[in-house]
């Protein structure tokens, strides 16, 4: 039997690691967070993909 799993990947700057990570405890202390140094964004809000 296979188990529902919801993900959530976001991209955020080095400062608001530490918010995020109490925000996630307050809701669900068994979560389970990777983080990850990124070298580039592209899409909308970030960097043009085009350029």
Do not use: N, P, W
């Amino acid at each position: 039997m296979t188990e529902e799993t919801e993900v959530l990947y976001i991209v955020i700057s080095k400062q608001e690691v530490s918010t995020l990570k109490k925000i996630v405890k307050s809701i669900d202390k068994a979560a389970f967070l990777t983080i990850h140094d990124v070298r580039d964004v592209f899409g909308e809000g970030f960097l043009d993909i085009s350029k």
